[in-house]
């Protein structure tokens, strides 16, 4: 049986230990504090079957609190409180937050025999949010950041997920970049949408994200970033995780974000993180800088990849040698196409509109496939066609 992995909240260690050792023969118990603001992104991170939170004493209303907003982040994860023993009201305050079942530390015997069921009702309770996060980091300002990430949500719906939501998270600087590519009004931004995070659902997402007329969602910073000031920076990365909740791929366009606390909770939360640099000295020199202070704060920089940026084979330095002076893996090339790109922008439509077959454009598909494991359907309105054509001759 694969090991179970518990995580226990609680600030006294007697009975993190007494939990611990009425579950040890079933798993691992994890121990947190409360009030660690961290604490949703530790419960991703560490992927979870149960959490225990305790309710004893004054602690009955701030557990309530957390697993309220625990199972806004974590819709699937099963909570389950914890007292030494426990009385109805205790029971009903739990339930009511959302708690599943509630064991008594004293009686080691009965919550082993809760967990156990639980476990076999529902034998994987993933904590994890089911979809994914992709982020790109511009080593500085112009490199294709913004083109990359919108280029490739877009990619993501047209042709890999046309049925399933898809998120482009603008966060590059001027804010609305992406959208402005795209032709889209973004009215509902990201402080707005933290704003929102108590009522955050399915219908609020219908209809207050902005969608490109391909279906993919859009969510930009506010035009003025001292709105950002506004929203704490824990319900910032609330709103973050639960975006992976809702998404089925998010794609997070980190251009020229300087919220350092932010930057490094999306890359933490983030499935893979591509670095768009430029074949030239100043593109590496801020790469380096930019993750010098990413490896000071103790972020694993092995996770990131490099892109090289407007890549031309006619320039001598090669994509190769700056991925190993960065220490970091390359994973691919985005060819430079300054024409295109410049036709494009200037009547306001994607590459993937003006040329679909771009080379550009198959260097992004490479990294889609990779990312959902499916080869994408290339233009779907053309197989719909051959579809009905062969149905109409049979
Ligand atoms: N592969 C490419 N080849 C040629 N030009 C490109 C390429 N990718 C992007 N560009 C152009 O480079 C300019 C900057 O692109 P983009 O806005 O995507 O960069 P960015 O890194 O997001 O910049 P910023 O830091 O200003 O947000 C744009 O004019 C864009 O059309
Ligand atoms: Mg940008």
């Keep these: 049986m694969v090991e179970k992995r518990f995580i226990v909240v609680t600030d006294n260690e007697t009975r993190f230990n007494e939990l611990n050792d009425a ?3 079933i798993g691992t118990s994890v121990w947190l504090h409360w009030n660690t603001d961290l604490l949703a992104q530790l419960v991703g991170s560490l992927g979870t079957d149960i959490i225990f939170i305790d309710f004893i004493g ?3 209303e701030k557990a309530a609190e957390l697993t309220r907003s625990l199972l806004v982040v974590y819709p699937r994860l099963w909570v389950v409180g914890f007292a030494h023993r426990a009385d109805s009201g205790l029971i009903l305050e739990a339930m009511r937050a959302g708690a599943r079942d509630f064991v008594e530390l004293q009686s080691p015997m009965d919550a082993m025999r809760t967990v156990k069921s639980i476990l076999e009702q529902s034998p994987s309770l993933p904590a994890q949010p089911s979809g994914k996060m992709i982020t790109m980091l511009g080593a500085r300002p112009g490199v294709g950041t913004t083109t990359a990430a919108m280029h490739l949500s877009l ?4 042709e890999y997920l046309p049925d399933q939501p ?3 998270l603008d966060f590059g600087y001027p804010s609305g970049d992406a959208a402005l590519y795209l032709d889209t009004k973004v009215a509902f931004n990201f402080c707005d949408a933290v704003r929102s995070l108590r009522r955050f659902d ?3 997402l219908n209809t207050a994200f902005a969608h490109h007329k391909s279906g993919l969602a859009i969510m930009s910073l506010p035009q003025n970033l001292a709105e950002l000031r506004d929203i ?10 639960l975006l992976k909740s809702y998404f089925k791929v998010v794609v997070v366009d980190l251009g020229g974000f300087a919220g350092l606390d932010l930057l490094l909770y999306a890359l933490g939360i983030s499935d893979h993180v591509h670095l768009v640099c430029e074949q030239t000295i100043p593109s590496v020199y ?3 800088q930019m993750l010098g202070n990413l490896r000071d704060r103790g972020f694993d920089a092995e996770r990131i990849g490099m892109l090289t940026g407007k890549y031309d084979t006619r320039i001598d330095m090669a994509p190769a040698q700056i991925a190993e002076n960065l220490q970091i893996r390359l994973d691919g090339h985005l060819p430079q196409r300054t024409e295109k790109m410049i036709a494009c922008a200037n009547i306001g439509k994607p590459l993937l509109e003006v040329a679909p077959n771009d080379p550009y454009l198959n260097a992004l598909r490479g990294i889609a496939t ?7 359907v290339r233009n779907p309105a053309q197989n719909m066609s051959v579809l009905r054509k062969m149905f109409s001759y049979a």
């Excluded at 990619?155 to 047209?158: G, I």
């Excluded at 704490?232 to 995780?241: I, K, R, V, Y």
């Excluded at 990779?370 to 994408?376: A, H, S």
């Design 370 to 376: 990779t990312l959902t494991g499916v080869t994408g």
């Design 155 to 158: 990619l993501l719906k047209q």
């Design 23 to 25: 579950l040890k023969s």
């Design 58 to 60: 004054d602690n009955a």
């Design 202 to 204: 399915q219908a609020l």
């Design 286 to 288: 801020s790469a380096r």
């Design 232 to 241: 704490t920076p824990t319900d910032a990365m609330t709103m973050l995780s």
């Design 166 to 168: 898809v998120l482009l």
